[in-house]
Nanobody
Framework: QVQLVESGGGSVQAGGSLRLSCAVS????????MGWFRQVPGKEREGVAY????????KYADSVLGRFTISRDITKNTLIIQMNSLKPEDTAMYFC????????????????????????WGQGTQVTVSS
């Protein structure tokens, strides 16, 4: 049974930090592209960051570049995103997701705006940043 379980969300003041984790089971974590997405009620889901299968290549949304860091721990089957210098506009439900690597391009060659290929999703963890 495939499971992706996010944790680490919460409420912080602007400028603070949070570390989200996504514990994965039921599929080969080391063979899948992984990503973090976020969504605010009434708005479209937004791709935040992708990481390559090997964990050495990354792609970030412009809005989080330089503040968020995505990583993966293959030994623990865990996807992580470290979020620093948080802003009120980072408030959202955050989801981790997984997809098989696309043909011909790398995981980080995927568009952050296109989540259609992500087949496994977690239930989400809420992040609230107050000003």
């Amino acid at each position: 049974q495939v499971q992706l379980v996010e944790s680490g969300g919460g409420s912080v003041q602007a400028g603070g930090s949070l570390r989200l984790s996504c514990a994965v089971s039921g599929f080969s974590f080391s063979s899948y592209c992984m990503g973090w997405f976020r969504q605010v009620p009434g708005k479209e889901r937004e791709g935040v960051a992708y990481i390559s299968i090997g964990g050495s290549n990354f792609k970030y949304a412009d809005s989080v570049l330089g503040r968020f860091t995505i990583s993966r721990d293959i030994t623990k089957n865990t996807l992580i995103i470290q979020m620093n210098s948080l802003k009120p506009e980072d408030t959202a439900m955050y989801f981790c997701a997984a997809r098989r690597p696309p043909p011909l391009i790398s995981c980080v060659g995927l568009s952050l705006a296109d989540s259609r290929g992500f087949v496994y999703w977690g239930q989400g963890t809420q992040v609230t940043v107050s000003s």
